[in-house]
């Protein structure tokens, strides 16, 4: 009775984890004012996307490597109900399924500023090794970015306050120093914007919501 227990709680992960793999292959949105970039614009932003994939590539390896040590450990008969529940709600975490709080960043963006340096910043984050982000309230997962005007950006259809906020729960010294370095993505935004200002501060606990979009991919189909 434990074992088919075991095994049906193992069969969710497994296919928590494979639905992971193809949303995480989804492509982001991207920004509509791309045609009006500067030639160093869209140097840094394919930089960024560039180094963005190549997270996603080591993400998807952990969870398949993680796929294969379940899998085995089914084979084998020696589950634990316990660490796959705890695996489980770390998946969930980690998708935007479910909300987390830790130590973090809260990044505070003052003035108009386009919505291409608002995603580099979060770019930067999740490069410096973001576990969560969210900004104005609202939890970042594949699909979601910020778009429109400058001066009335939004992010998931949600209009952007002044000063739009991003929390990112993550080793706090980490994130604050790949942001405000000499030269850093701070430093390179205020210089082109003068009228803007970023403030970087880092905070004991960060509480990042969950997200209210559905994650269940339209096409793909979970590999098990």
Known sequence: MRRASGRLAVGIVLAVLGFLVV??????????????LS????????????ARNNQLREEIATLEAQH???STAVQNGDTST???????????????AMGVTGAG????VHGVVPAVAVNGLINELRNAGA?????????????????GMPGSLSVGGVPLADPAIVLAVGQPETLAGSLSRAGGLVAQMTARYPDASVNVDSL????????????SPVLGRPRL
């Not at 949303?23 to 009006?36: F, K």
């Not at 960043?105 to 505070?108: A, I, K, L, M, T």
């Open 23 to 36: 949303v995480q292959l989804h492509t982001q949105a991207v920004d509509q004012g791309l045609s009006a």
């Open 39 to 50: 030639i160093q614009d869209l140097t840094e932003l394919v930089a960024n996307v560039t």
């Open 68 to 70: 294969r040590t379940l």
């Open 82 to 96: 316990v660490g796959i529940r705890n695996d489980l709600t770390h998946v969930l975490a980690w998708s935007g």
């Open 105 to 108: 960043v809260r990044v505070s």
């Open 131 to 147: 576990e969560a982000i969210s900004i104005g309230g609202v939890r970042l997962v594949a699909g979601v970015v910020v778009d």
């Open 204 to 215: 004991d606990l960060v509480t990042i919501p969950p997200t209210d979009r559905d994650l």
